[in-house]
T-cell receptor, first 113, second 113 residues
Framework: KAGVTQTPRYLIKTRGQQVTLSCSPI?????VSWYQQTPGQGLQFLFE???????NKGNFPGRFSGRQFSNSRSEMNVSTLELGDSALYLC????????????FGPGTRLTVL | GESVGLHLPTLSVQEGDNSIINCAYS??????FIWYKQESGKGPQFIID?????DKRQGQRVTVLLNKTVKHLSLQIAATQPGDSAVYFC????????????FGTGTQLKVEL
């Protein structure tokens, strides 16, 4: 099976712009979670989608949003980018609704100038 | 203010020795725990997991120990190899709430030849 894929792998934006990141989970996986990884804050949970419904949301401002499509692919959007949004954004997929192995993609490296 | 990078504890071991990486988790309601390995430029890679109804689980060259009384998790790597050099994260989850993972700060493992 192919692993979790994320596109694009690298992205450079300027402050005030918006960005959309994409995640394709492992085939058959219905849960997709997003995480932000920075040197200052480590790995922080953004949100989780299961069967197109957001089930959990982390402590991030409303500029961060996401969605999941019927084929389980997910996108996250960050509007009005700030310098502090520069990070590695990671997507993880899991087969079931809870307590199963979660597999991470390689991440999207976002740099905000 | 300026963000300060997380200080990752570092564990240096000789090739062939056993490594023990420790983690304290925070939520007494957590019932699922995972260890991940992250190499530079890659997403976290699943190593081993354990549920709260167990106190020990073994995999290939790895063992995870769970002490719920003191909320402590450890990862033991037998016969550490240079390829084990990476950052190791523990993660906890309350599966009643879905697949949200809360990560520890990580430990840098360096294997010396």
């Amino acid at each position: 099976k192919a692993g979790v894929t994320q596109t694009p792998r690298y992205l450079i934006k300027t402050r005030g712009q918006q960005v959309t990141l994409s995640c394709s989970p492992i085939s058959g996986h219905r849960s997709v979670s997003w995480y932000q990884q920075t040197p200052g804050q480590g790995l922080q949970f953004l949100f989780e989608y299961f069967s197109e419904t957001q089930r959990n949301k982390g402590n991030f401002p409303g500029r961060f949003s996401g969605r999941q499509f019927s084929n389980s692919r997910s996108e996250m959007n960050v509007s009005t980018l700030e310098l502090g949004d520069s990070a590695l954004y990671l997507c993880a997929s899991s087969q079931g609704p809870r307590g199963g192995e979660q597999f991470f993609g390689p991440g999207t490296r976002l740099t905000v100038l | 203010g300026e963000s300060v990078g997380l200080h990752l504890p570092t564990l240096s071991v000789q090739e062939g020795d056993n490594s023990i990486i420790n983690c304290a988790y925070s939520n007494s309601a957590s019932d699922y725990f995972i260890w991940y390995k992250q190499e530079s430029g890659k997403g976290p890679q699943f190593i081993i997991d354990i549920r709260s109804n167990m106190d020990k689980r073994q995999g290939q060259r790895v063992t995870v120990l769970l002490n719920k009384t003191v909320k402590h998790l450890s990862l033991q790597i037998a016969a550490t190899q240079p390829g084990d050099s990476a950052v190791y994260f523990c993660a906890e989850a309350f599966t009643g709430g879905g697949n949200k993972l809360t990560f520890g700060t990580g430990t840098q493992l360096k294997v010396e030849l």
